[in-house]
T-cell receptor, first 111, second 113 residues
Framework: QQQVKQSPQSLIVQKGGISIINCAYE??????FPWYQQFPGKGPALLIA?????SEKKEGRFTISFNKSAKQFSLHIMDSQPGDSATYFC??????????FGAGTTVTVRA | EAQVTQNPRYLITVTGKKLTVTCSQN?????MSWYRQDPGLGLRQIYY???????DKGDVPEGYKVSRKEKRNFPLILESPSPNQTSLYFC????????????FGPGTRLTVT
């Protein structure tokens, strides 16, 4: 049973457009929410992360929005570029040891 | 270069033949973890280790064993592999735990026939 539900499974966006990936969770004990980016043939790599005491975090073109009351968080990729084409995973942890991942979203940016 | 290495990268084996996938990190990280990646299911944690001789089950531990005798190494053992363990496996390490940046290895593609 997936503890973090991620949608959509895939999305296609034009270059310069905005990509939005959503994640939802049930366990209110979760206290750290990272996003990982994975390119084909590679292991995932940390992209950006947020803690629930913050509603938004921005790093370059990547922004996490966090809604604690709705138990949802999302990744926005602004000005999407072909190099952003990858699979994105949201994740959550609460005891600092176990990490639960979403099912992943494959993003394709068309030039 | 800071890295996590896994061996082998590709493995085809038969049902029931014991195998070990090695994982090593050179960053002196306390935390190491194994994941399997399957289409539509994302990454699922198999086992993790908080430090030497300290391990615990993740979400899908059945059919797997681990050990952590040295800080740098965290091998994954399949004592009697079955076809449902065909998957892409990743080892990862971090400074202390899941709430710290995890560094992933390149992956091991395992096929059990």
């Amino acid at each position: 049973q997936q503890q973090v539900k991620q949608s959509p499974q895939s999305l296609i966006v034009q270059k310069g457009g905005i990509s939005i990936i959503n994640c939802a969770y049930e366990n209110t004990a979760f206290d750290y929410f990272p996003w990982y980016q994975q390119f084909p043939g590679k292991g995932p790599a940390l992209l950006i992360a947020i803690r629930p005491d913050v509603s938004e975090k921005k790093e370059g073109r990547f922004t996490i929005s966090f809604n604690k009351s709705a138990k949802q968080f999302s990744l926005h990729i602004m000005d999407s570029q072909p190099g952003d084409s990858a699979t994105y995973f949201c994740a959550a942890t609460f005891n600092d040891y176990k990490l639960s991942f979403g099912a992943g979203t494959t993003v394709t940016v068309r030039a | 270069e800071a890295q996590v290495t896994q061996n082998p990268r590709y493995l085809i084996t038969v049902t029931g033949k014991k195998l070990t996938v090695t994982c090593s990190q050179n960053m002196n990280h306390e935390y190491m973890s194994w994941y399997r990646q399957d289409p539509g299911l994302g990454l699922r944690q198999i086992y993790y280790s908080m430090n030497v001789e300290v391990t615990d089950k993740g979400d899908v531990p059945e059919g797997y064993k681990v050990s952590r005798k040295e800080k740098r190494n965290f091998p994954l053992i399949l004592e009697s592999p079955s076809p449902n363990q065909t998957s892409l496996y990743f080892c990862a390490s971090s400074y202390r735990g899941g709430a710290y940046e995890q560094y992933f290895g390149p992956g091991t593609r395992l096929t059990v026939t």
